[in-house]
């Protein structure tokens, strides 16, 4: 993916292009007070939080980002207004009239990570039921760039949500044509082995090429599936989403969803 930059929340030129004609316009101030932060400012303060997983009360006030209180209802707001899904889409068109996207396959898996306090969308740990946790939920093209993304409890079985994230994938244009959502084939491991959601998925148009239980290892499947635990260590490569800190759901969604487009953006400037 390159090389890491020392400074990774600032916001490029390039990015905030992309980001500034998403974002809502700011309702009118009712009381008089400090000047509102510029947010270019707030989206450094907020990729900062996303980073280092600071907590928002301590985001260092040098650095001229805002207060993390600031940050916190900026990144609310955002998500709410659903900038991350609309950037996520620009970046997937880019790609698409690059012919940079592999829809011959995609791969789906899921990861589980602890959550420091219950909430929604968390649940009993698979590993130890007396601990919370949630899972990041992820399917993939063929080069393991992430098409879409869920947040579940930690208790939810990998298969319950294959059909939801099949959905979720968003109608990508950028070439002449239909815009295109559905991949060729969908590779999963043995956690999505049932045959009524092999079905279901080959009444999408989509074949399954999923591991079966009780089968030996060695079916080849990995030489595919590889791309999306990569893609799930770029993920967890935010410090803010190895632990869920968040209690409310939206606001975890959120940051998942930022570094969704980071990731997604990478993939623009490697290969557009």
């Known amino acids: 993916m390159g090389k890491r930059q020392s400074r990774p929340w600032i916001v490029s030129d390039e990015l905030w292009s992309l980001i500034k004609p998403l974002l809502p316009k700011p309702g009118p101030k009712l009381v008089e007070g400090r000047p509102r932060v510029p947010d270019r400012q707030a989206l ?12 928002w009360e301590y985001l260092p006030q040098e650095l001229g980002f805002g207060s993390g209180m600031t940050c916190w209802r900026r990144l609310a707001a955002w998500n709410e ?14 790609l698409r009239s690059k012919h940079q996207l592999d829809w011959s396959r995609a791969v789906i898996d899921s990861s589980h990570v602890r959550a420091a306090r219950p909430g929604p969308k968390s649940g009993p740990s698979p590993v130890d039921r007396a ?45 002449v044509g239909r815009p295109r959502r559905r991949p060729d084939l969908l590779f999963a491991d043995r956690g999505y082995d049932h045959d009524k959601y092999r079905r279901l998925v080959r009444a999408r148009g989509i074949r399954p090429v999923i591991a079966e239980r009780g089968q030996p290892h060695g079916s080849g499947l990995g030489v595919f599936r590889w791309v ?38 990478r993939h623009v400037q490697r290969l557009c």
Not at 44 to 55: A, N, P, R, Y
Not at 81 to 94: N, P, R, T
Not at 235 to 253: A, M, Q, Y
């Open 44 to 55: 450094c303060g907020i990729l900062f939080v996303l980073h280092t997983g600071i907590q």
């Open 81 to 94: 207004a659903g900038v991350w899904d609309k950037l996520h889409v620009v970046l997937l068109k880019e």
């Open 131 to 175: 601990r919370p946790g949630s899972k990041h939920h992820v399917i993939t093209d063929g080069q393991g760039i992430p098409l879409a993304v869920s947040l579940t409890g930690g208790n939810r079985n990998d298969v319950t949500q294959l059909l939801p994230l099949l959905d979720k994938i968003p109608a990508v244009g950028g070439v």
């Open 228 to 265: 999306v635990e990569r893609t799930i260590s770029w993920l967890h490569g935010f410090r803010r989403l190895r632990i869920r800190w968040e209690r409310r759901d939206d606001i975890h969604e959120a940051f998942l969803g930022l570094a969704t487009c980071l990731i997604t953006h």
